[in-house]
Nanobody
Framework: QVQLVESGGGLVQAGGSLRLSCAASGRTFSSYAMGWFRQAPGKEREFVAGITSGRSTYYADSVKGRFTISRDNAKNTVYLQMNSLKPEDTAVYYC????????????????????WGQGTQVTVSS
């Protein structure tokens, strides 16, 4: 089992940047596929970015070219660097983890993940 704690959210102007962090407990972090999701008020939780245990990355079309996901297995942490932020990026951002034996497993649906953080608010002002 793994526990996830997000940090790094806040208020930023449009065009600005933020870096989110997600710290995971446990000693098998490198065996987890990790993802970032977001949920805006009144909307469904949606996939933002993912990174496989083999370090391959993949993104939602809405953030491709602006957001970068990365992981540091030595620190049990996954990051989401968000650049060129837009007001429509405003949401609560959640970190998610799914243990896998396959280095190329790339989950992108909410039900694919068993473990979730509590979320961190990101607000982008226009």
């Amino acid at each position: 089992q793994v526990q996830l704690v997000e940090s790094g959210g806040g208020l930023v102007q449009a065009g600005g940047s933020l870096r989110l962090s997600c710290a995971a407990s446990g000693r098998t972090f490198s065996s987890y596929a990790m993802g970032w999701f977001r949920q805006a008020p009144g909307k469904e939780r949606e996939f933002v970015a993912g990174i496989t245990s083999g370090r391959s990355t993949y993104y939602a079309d809405s953030v491709k070219g602006r957001f970068t996901i990365s992981r540091d297995n030595a620190k049990n942490t996954v990051y989401l660097q968000m650049n060129s932020l837009k007001p429509e990026d405003t949401a609560v951002y959640y970190c998610a983890a799914e243990r896998t034996s396959y280095s190329n497993y790339a989950p992108k649906f909410r039900n694919d993940y068993d473990y979730w953080g509590q979320g961190t608010q990101v607000t982008v002002s226009s």
